[in-house]
């Protein structure tokens, strides 16, 4: 209220996000999925994993654990959801390469391992593992920046969520 009477403006809270896989950030645009590429998740980057797993990106909370394990969703204290999705159409896998480490509910801290997989596997089968990192909750993000770059699983901070005002 006061900030209105007097033109303060309200700062902007933003979460960092630690690297959830090993590989290359690329922008979601390069996804090979339109649903994905143009943005009708939700906000996000995308990884190109170079190794099987996937770590939590921050401190909190599994919110989901998709049955065949090729998607995560964690949320974070201050309410942000983030979907970490392996592959592209990996869900017609039907769970196999797929080993979740952790199970809805679970706490977790950032860098424990919450997915591992079989990237050969879902190559050979067919499929992308470009995995989309996406803030799956309309009042989540309003503006998602990294830079694009080689991370490795549990670099701190490689992704910042701007999240929108309440």
Do not use: W
Request: net charge negative; proline share 5%; charged share 20%.
């Amino acid at each position: 209220m006061i900030s209105k009477l007097f033109g303060g403006k309200a700062s902007k809270k933003t979460v960092d996000i630690a690297a959830p896989a090993t590989g290359e950030l690329v922008p979601l645009q390069s996804v090979p999925d339109d649903a994905f590429a143009q943005g009708l998740m939700g906000e996000g980057v995308a990884i190109e994993p170079s190794e099987g797993v996937v770590v939590a990106p921050f401190d909190g909370v599994i919110s989901h654990v998709i049955d065949t394990h090729h998607a995560i969703i964690v949320e974070h204290s201050s309410g942000l959801q983030l979907l970490i999705h392996i592959g592209i159409n990996t869900v017609a896998l039907k769970g196999e390469g797929f080993k979740a480490l952790v199970n809805t509910d679970d706490k977790v801290k950032s860098g424990q391992p919450l997915i591992e997989f079989d990237p050969e596997f879902i190559r050979n089968s067919g499929y992308s593992t470009v995995t989309p990192i996406i803030v799956v909750n309309d009042e989540g993000a309003d503006k998602v920046d990294c830079s694009f770059h080689t991370v490795k699983a549990g670099d701190s901070a490689v992704i910042k969520v701007t999240l929108k005002s309440s």
